[in-house]
């Protein structure tokens, strides 16, 4: 058993996330989450809250470790000798961009490899950015991400 990284902006963490980390423990001895930054994409929340949120929603799972990077997943991976990525895949749509960033991450080191994950059917349609666009709103948000995460949410939209 292997150490394994789950990469991703978490903007914020999601029930489909953590299915997707519990998963990944039944595979791997340790999995580091790591808040990655996409210069390309803008975000609700800093890295320190997003790490502080998955800390706290994983905090029963001692073989998770949270981290973030500014830079190259590639270059975390390999100043931390991690050759595995893991990737949640829900819809055909997902897949074009992942298998084009596995690839690519690959041809930046080649020994880098990415493992893919379905999705809990249940969580198909489940995206960071639905749930940011449902509390915007003041929508129910209870079944996409724990009590933690819906406080920090009502918070930021300034709903009660
Ligand atoms: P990124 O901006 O890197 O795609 P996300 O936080 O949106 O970051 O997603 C991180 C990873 O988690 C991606 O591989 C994504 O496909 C996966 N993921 C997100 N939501 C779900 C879900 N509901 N079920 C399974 N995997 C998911």
Do not use: C
């Not at 975000?43 to 502080?52: A, R």
């Not at 990737?87 to 960033?101: H, I």
């Amino acid at each position: 058993m292997d150490t394994a990284i789950y990469p991703g902006s978490f903007d914020p963490i999601t029930y489909g996330h953590l299915n997707i980390i519990e998963r990944a423990l039944s595979i791997f001895s340790r999995v580091v989450v790591l808040v990655a930054v996409n210069p390309q994409k803008s975000y609700l929340f800093s890295p320190g809250e997003k790490v502080e949120m998955i800390r706290e929603t994983t905090r029963e799972w001692p073989r998770v470790e949270v981290d973030h990077s500014e830079g190259l997943l590639v270059e975390y991976a390999r100043r931390r000798q991690i050759h595995i990525a893991v990737r949640g895949l829900r819809a055909v749509t997902d897949f074009e961009g992942e298998f084009a960033m596995a690839l690519t991450n690959r041809t930046l080191w080649q020994e880098m490899d990415t493992v893919f994950l379905m999705t809990r059917a249940d969580y198909m349609y489940l995206s960071s950015s639905v749930v940011r666009q449902v509390a915007q709103l003041g929508g129910d948000i209870s079944s996409f991400v724990p009590p933690a995460v819906e406080g920090r949410l009502r918070a930021k939209f300034g709903h009660a």
